[in-house]
């Protein structure tokens, strides 16, 4: 048992990120790289979908409260996350920390539950992805047969001269009184969107950390903006109908209907659970630590300043979107295209779809380079095959894993769908929450003394907080969430016991044979 939890030592992991050569990751990123990469992750569907059906069905205009506790809920584990990154800046993120600190078994935990937040969370989002995609080409008058445009089983209809998604327009033909039965049908076969938009964003990501942070600051850039047009938009439309806005807005805070989380404060509380995965993604900033210029320095920025600026963007979404239009009727797929179109802008849905594909772009493009990283660090410490740890000798980035974790991806987005992966997603990230706070806990008391250019405040208060609200909100997940995390979790301790251990440069020792990393072939290098 001692050995399953041997720590890697921090003078190992201080080296590993004082390597310099072909064979490591080049340090690119600065402090506006690393907040453009958090809220690339941050900001997607949670701002244009999350905010209404939370509102309508829990909190109403008072849903500024439950982003405001959701964001309280964050910032205790991105202040732990800042720590860790700017102390140990090193690839890996929450698998690393909780190598330094709780042991190898919790490591292997860590960095397999990781999976289901990056690879399977890219997947999921690349189909939500597709979606908007194929909306917008159908708009310029390109249309996908359906059977390129879903999964298999995916259900298509014709309506109003397009092939639209069932699921995505079943409330739309409700309101119409359209029976969908009396449409023409066809279903999905494979998504090639979706497929064809991982395969590009893996490309993005093999050609260099450098190329792919300026490509996801440029959609951030983008989508930022669509979010201030429609500030813009509505601020100056509640101003001139303010007894408008004063009617939706009120009552502010809609009283309770008789049961918990159906309005009053207990529904602000349920809104603030729902919408906390809203946030998920500012944690993978601390994956391209070993990525940063100057790491003590920006990682802490990165982290922090991406959960402030997002809380503030949400805050004033959902408080001009509840005064544009009433509470309870903001119950649709697209909330954010129902606001714009109260002012009066026809162009508003086209807005609503660019901002839309842009921030499901960038999220992509995060959580492949986050779990690209994870199996990068992993593969270092002899606990994968050592081709997942390869350092491309031109682009100075880990390509073999990079590919590997795109074809991973690209096949479950096109061909498998994966309606359950958020909230498996959603377990995996809380959990990693609740390592990373236990491990800056653990550390105070095991090294208080070792240097720290960032410290969480109020240790152990900060760090028990964390885990005590992200314990909860698991507590919150279904049943059959926990029981594909524990099926999950039992497959990675296979691997772990005949691969992972065996393998292992801890379990060898310090001095131990350091695991040798494949060269790049030479048509790869040059």
């Given at each position: 048992?001692?050995?399953?939890l041997?720590?890697?030592p921090?003078g190992m ?6 390597e310099?050569?072909?064979?490591s990751?080049?340090?690119?990123l600065?402090a506006t790289n690393?907040i ?13 979908v999350l905010t209404g059906?939370?509102s ?7 849903i500024?409260?439950?982003f ?7 910032v205790?584990a991105?202040l732990c996350?800042a720590?860790?990154?700017?102390m ?13 600190t709780l042991?190898?078994?919790f490591?292997?935990?860590i960095g397999?539950?990781l999976?289901l937040?990056y690879?399977?969370g890219?997947a999921t989002?690349?189909?939500g992805w597709s979606g908007y995609v194929?909306?917008?080409?159908q708009?310029?008058g390109?249309h996908?047969?359906p059977a390129?445009?879903g999964?298999p089983?995916?259900q ?8 639209e998604a069932l ?7 409700a309101a119409?009184?359209v029976d ?7 279903s999905?076969?494979?998504n090639l ?5 991982i395969a590009?964003?893996?490309?993005v ?6 190329e792919s942070a300026n490509?996801?600051s440029?959609?951030v ?6 979010l201030?047009?429609?500030?813009g938009l509505g601020?100056n439309?509640?101003?001139q109908h303010?007894?408008?806005?004063t009617?939706n807005?009120t009552?502010?805070?809609?009283p309770?209907q ?8 207990s529904g602000v ?6 919408i906390?995965f809203a ?15 100057n790491?003590?320095r920006?990682?802490p ?12 963007l949400?805050?004033l979404?959902?408080?001009?979107l509840?005064?544009?239009?009433k ?7 697209d ?5 714009i179109?109260?002012?009066?802008v ?6 609503v779809?660019i901002?839309?594909i842009?921030?499901l772009?960038?999220?992509?493009v995060?959580?492949l380079l986050g779990?690209s990283r ?5 593969s ?7 081709w997942?740890s390869a350092i491309h000798a031109k682009f100075r ?5 990079s590919i590997f974790v795109?074809i991973?991806?690209a096949i479950?987005a096109?061909?498998?769908?994966i ?6 997603v959603?377990?995996?990230?809380l ?6 706070c236990a491990?800056v806990?653990v550390?105070r ?5 070792l240097?720290?250019?960032f ?9 028990i907080m964390?885990?005590l609200?992200?314990l909860?909100m698991m507590?919150?997940l279904?049943f059959?969430?926990?029981?594909r995390?524990?099926?999950w ?12 251990r065996y393998?292992?440069r801890?379990?060898m020792g310090a ?10 072939t030479p048509t790869?290098a040059?």
């Amino acid at each position: 048992m001692a050995n399953l939890l041997a720590k890697k030592p921090l003078g190992m992991i201080m080296t590993e990120a004082g390597e310099t050569g072909e064979h490591s990751l080049k340090r690119a990123l600065g402090a506006t790289n690393l907040i453009s990469l958090g809220i690339g992750a941050i900001i997607g569907t949670g701002i244009f979908v999350l905010t209404g059906a939370a509102s309508a069905q829990y909190a109403g205009p008072a849903i500024v409260f439950s982003f405001i506790l959701a964001a309280v809920g964050c910032v205790f584990a991105g202040l732990c996350y800042a720590e860790f990154a700017s102390m140990i800046p090193v690839a890996g993120s929450a698998y690393t920390y909780g190598y330094a600190t709780l042991g190898e078994i919790f490591a292997w935990i860590i960095g397999w539950d990781l999976i289901l937040e990056y690879a399977f969370g890219a997947a999921t989002v690349a189909s939500g992805w597709s979606g908007y995609v194929l909306s917008l080409l159908q708009d310029i008058g390109i249309h996908i047969p359906p059977a390129l445009a879903g999964t298999p089983g995916a259900q298509f209809v014709m309506y109003n001269g397009r092939w639209e998604a069932l699921g995505r327009i079943s409330r739309t033909l409700a309101a119409n009184g359209v029976d969908p039965a009396s449409l023409p049908h066809q279903s999905g076969v494979f998504n090639l969107v979706a497929f064809l938009g991982i395969a590009a964003v893996t490309t993005v990501l093999v050609i260099g950390i450098k190329e792919s942070a300026n490509f996801n600051s440029f959609i951030v850039v983008v989508k930022v903006c669509v979010l201030l047009v429609f500030l813009g938009l509505g601020i100056n439309y509640i101003l001139q109908h303010t007894s408008m806005a004063t009617a939706n807005w009120t009552p502010f805070l809609p009283p309770n209907q008789g049961e918990f989380g159906k309005y009053g404060w207990s529904g602000v509380v349920r809104a603030a659970g729902v919408i906390f995965f809203a946030y998920i993604g500012f944690d993978a900033v601390s994956t391209a630590a070993q990525e940063a210029k100057n790491p003590k320095r920006d990682m802490p920025i990165g982290i922090l300043g991406s959960l402030v600026i997002c809380t503030i963007l949400y805050i004033l979404v959902a408080g001009v979107l509840t005064g544009l239009v009433k509470y309870d009727t903001l119950n649709v797929p697209d909330p954010i295209a129902i606001g714009i179109d109260r002012t009066g802008v026809r162009w508003g849905s086209l807005l609503v779809k660019i901002g839309a594909i842009c921030g499901l772009s960038s999220t992509m493009v995060v959580m492949l380079l986050g779990q690209s990283r994870v199996f990068f660090s992993m593969s270092r410490d002899g606990l994968l095959p050592h081709w997942a740890s390869a350092i491309h000798a031109k682009f100075r980035t880990p390509y073999l894993s990079s590919i590997f974790v795109g074809i991973f991806v690209a096949i479950f987005a096109s061909v498998i769908p994966i309606s359950i992966l958020g909230e498996l997603v959603s377990i995996g990230t809380l959990l990693a929450f609740v390592i990373v706070c236990a491990g800056v806990w653990v550390i105070r008391r095991t090294d208080p003394d070792l240097p720290r250019s960032f410290r969480t405040p109020w240790v152990p208060f900060v760090p028990i907080m964390g885990m005590l609200i992200s314990l909860l909100m698991m507590i919150g997940l279904p049943f059959d969430t926990w029981l594909r995390l524990i099926i999950w979790l039992i497959i990675g301790m296979v691997i772990y016991f005949t691969y992972g251990r065996y393998h292992s440069r801890v379990q060898m020792g310090a001095g131990g044979p350091k695991t040798p990393e494949p060269r790049p072939t030479p048509t790869m290098a040059d």
